[in-house]
């Protein structure tokens, strides 16, 4: 044991769901809930209340009817009694009738030819019937009892339910206006968010920036993003310059500016390679400064500094787009011509940058300095197919050169 | 002539069956007729005229309050003290002079003598294979001031007004 709490790795869930279908479900949930309470709600009450007119009118029908039957009970007339009921017959919610007379013995009786929809709901809402006591003139003749039965409550429920149905689908399309809506106001700034953070990562786009949004929480993360974003901006362009000043720095001569040797050696391996690709030629000239250390010891450092420096522009001016120079050593240079065509001969070249050097350099003391320099050219391919090689020959060419400046 | 059908009462088996039958159905009658001058709890006279053919105890059995007082007389001696005339068998001039006298009054004509129902009583009775009915003669109510309960018209009609 070790004693550390190794840090538990965060879980991630694994299916995971959008905001908007967040939303949606939320929506759906709520309005669900709306609808149905509301809908229950109605329904009971729609219930209760059709109760208690189903119940009145079976106390009007009973009514009716014992005006109906009174005579047919005076006469004790069966007949007559099933005429007295037959308005009563049409009444719906009825399922039976019977008319009994003053003794309780019944004298007629009807029942509902259509089933009852539903017994169990009779059972409960119209267990007993109505009875309507017949009287004469004050005296009970008779009496009239109606059973009721489902069939208008069961109408009831069912128009309840398909409105309810109808309610539960434009419940449905009305979670899904909301949820689109909510997508519009909630999920696009979201996304917008998402999306510059995603960029700045994978893209590197630091100049990405959120845009102002319409939700004042958003915005305000919206902002703090772009103010982090502002700040690794900042970084960023500090670190590329440094970078690019350390680069430049590794491949060039602090004192000329010129390309240094590191930079001229990667430099010929790319021509050699690029030029060996194309089947092309170009020129390497080794350049060396004739008598510089007795310049040096002459007028001092600074002196021979300044001659470097002024050697160094001079073979810049000389060179035309897509040639190459630099400072490898003390007081040498290199120049790579390329291409080379069939006009342009080097020997040409290396006398033009010897003219161009005879001009005099005047020095930090006043004094005026004549420099002079040796000359060695070698071709690729001609004296060598690879950097030593030709690096080679330009050497042996350059002291040739210097050898014939000297016997001079 | 609208003479309507009759309805059907169900008389009891026994020697008191039919009487008690009659005397219903004539009560039954009284308490559905309607007098120009005076509520149902009073008592009507009835003039017996004749000899009845369903029976011969004639007590009105009429439910609720009011009653019936049956005098018998012959047809010469009906006055207007009588509110319900009940012809029995009896001669036919007899017959059609105390229909006339009763046209334009407030008297209630019911007979037992005319299962047709066409010499101009208001109620025939009319006794049919065991059971007792009664046709209604609706020209012989509307003559007269006297208003009937139209339920009984119906059941007078057996049928004949639905």
Known sequence: ?408 | MAVQAAGQTIVEDGAGGMTRAVNRMVGGIVSYARWPDGSSATTRVMCLVGTPRLSDRMTPDVPGPGSVAVRRMNAAAVTPDCDILFLGRMPVADRRQLIAWVRGRPVLTITDDDAACIYGAMFCLNNKAGSLSFSVNIDAIGRGPLRIDPRVLRIGGGGGGV
């Not at chain 1, 009738?97 to 089933?115: E, F, H, I, K, M």
Request: net charge neutral; proline share 4%; hydrophobic share 45%.
């Open chain 1, 1 to 408: 044991m070790t004693g550390r709490n190794p840090i538990p790795p965060i879980e991630r869930i694994g299916a995971r769901t959008t905001l908007q279908k967040l939303l949606s479900r939320f929506h759906f949930g709520i309005t669900l809930f709306a609808v149905a309470l509301s809908g229950l709600t109605i329904l009971l009450a729609g219930v209760t209340a059709l109760r208690g007119y189903a119940d009145r009118n079976m106390e009007l029908a009973a009514q009716l009817g014992a005006y109906g039957v009174e005579p047919a009970l005076v006469f004790n007339d069966a007949q007559a009694a099933r005429e007295g009921l037959e308005p009563l017959t049409r009444i719906p919610g009825i399922a039976r009738l019977r008319v009994l007379n003053d003794v309780g013995r019944p004298l007629t009786q009807w029942t509902s030819p259509a089933a009852d929809p539903a017994p169990l709901l009779t059972r409960i809402f119209f267990a007993r019937p109505f009875a309507v006591t017949v009287r004469r003139n004050g005296s009970v003749i008779g009496t009239i009892e109606v059973w009721g039965d489902s069939s208008t409550l069961i109408d009831y429920v069912r128009i309840g339910l398909l409105a309810g149905l109808g309610c539960l689908l434009i419940t449905a399309f009305g979670t899904i206006f909301l949820a689109r809506r909510f997508e519009y106001e909630l999920v696009k700034p979201l996304n917008e968010i998402a999306t510059v953070a995603h960029d700045v990562r994978l893209h590197r786009r630091f100049d990405k920036r959120v845009q102002s949004l319409g939700i004042a929480e958003l915005d305000r993360l919206g902002g703090d993003i772009n103010a982090l974003l502002d700040e690794l901006q900042g970084w960023q362009g500090h670190m590329e310059s440094e970078r690019a000043m350390l680069a430049h720095r590794a491949s060039h001569d602090t004192l000329t500016a010129m390309p240094n040797r590191d930079a001229f050696d990667e430099q010929l391996s790319l021509r050699i390679q690029s030029a060996g690709d194309r089947g092309g030629r170009f020129a390497l000239l080794f350049i060396d400064a004739d008598n510089f250390k007795a310049a040096n010891d002459n007028f001092g450092h600074a002196a021979g500094d300044a001659v470097l420096v002024a050697l160094s522009a001079r073979i810049k001016e000389t060179l035309r787009k897509g040639d190459f120079a630099a400072r490898i050593g003390g007081d040498e240079f290199i120049v790579i011509i390329d291409p080379l065509d069939g006009e342009t001969r080097a020997e040409e070249l290396a006398n033009r940058i010897r003219t161009s050097v005879a001009e005099p350099v005047l020095l930090p003391g006043g004094e005026t300095y004549r420099a002079a320099v040796s000359v060695g050219v070698a071709l690729f391919p001609d004296n060598g197919s690879d950097a030593t090689a030709l690096l080679t020959a330009a050497d042996a060419a350059m002291y040739a050169d210097k050898m014939t400046n000297r016997s001079r």
